[in-house]
């Protein structure tokens, strides 16, 4: 099955304790981002990478780390994580531009993180 | 960078209804896409229409790209249909980014 998968699904932590949220695709989509989601302020982009070590910032990068070693995968690393960075975070891949369909995005489940 | 509108930010139906969400964007595109996310937070792909029109079952969107504008179209509503309605769209450009709107809250009533 086609599919995002992103984990853990719930995450608790606290305040400076480094962390890691692995997102897995496997319809070998070179086009991989992430996603924070807030009440009020809807989806906002955290980083985003075209392709295999290609990576680059969003709208709000700051406190967030990713790497992209293999084209399956794209975790996201908080090295310091925040009470600001608690949120509901989405991973979400695609084919590159193609001008067609191939471009829909699609979503990991999303993880719930709370930084206490 | 561009702006997306979406409007009415909160809907409330009864069940057999029809609707009609809207997306506003301040440039011109080459990506437009819809997305609902249902109550359990999930983020389905609905539509890619960057132009024109596509039908999938209840569900129909149109894209006006010289107006600036997509319509999503909700027609015999069922309470599964709630949820929030999301666009996001990327214009010509070489940064790769979607950029979302706020979306529309659904609530279907039984």
């Known amino acids: 099955e086609a599919q995002v998968t992103q984990n853990p699904r719930y995450l608790i932590t606290v305040t400076g304790k480094k962390l890691t949220v692995t997102c897995s695709q496997n319809m070998n989509h070179e086009y991989m981002s992430w996603y924070r989601q807030d009440p009020g302020l809807g989806l906002r982009q955290i980083y985003y990478s075209m392709n295999v070590e290609v990576t680059d910032k969003g709208d709000v990068p700051e406190g967030y780390k990713v790497s992209r070693k293999e084209k399956r995968n794209f975790p996201l690393i908080l090295e310091s994580p925040s009470p600001n960075q608690t949120s509901l975070y989405f991973c979400?891949?695609?084919?590159?531009?193609?001008?067609?369909?191939?471009?829909?995005?699609?979503f990991g489940s999303g993880t719930q993180l709370s930084v206490l | 960078g561009i702006q997306v509108e979406q409007s009415p930010p909160d809907l409330i139906l009864q069940e057999g209804a029809n609707s009609t969400l809207r997306c506003n964007f301040s440039d011109s595109v080459n990506n437009l896409q819809w997305f609902h996310q249902n109550p359990w937070g999930q983020l389905i792909n609905l539509f890619y229409?960057?132009?024109g029109t596509k039908q999938n079952g209840r569900l129909s969107a149109t894209t006006v790209a010289t107006e600036r504008y997509s319509l999503l179209y909700i027609s015999s509503s069922q309470t599964t249909d709630s949820g929030v309605y999301f666009c996001a769209v990327r214009s010509g450009g070489s940064n790769y980014k979607l950029t979302f709107g706020k979306g529309t809250l659904l609530t279907v009533n039984p």
């Open positions: 979400a891949s695609s084919f590159r531009r193609t001008g067609t369909v191939n471009e829909k995005l699609f």
């Open positions: 229409i960057p132009s």
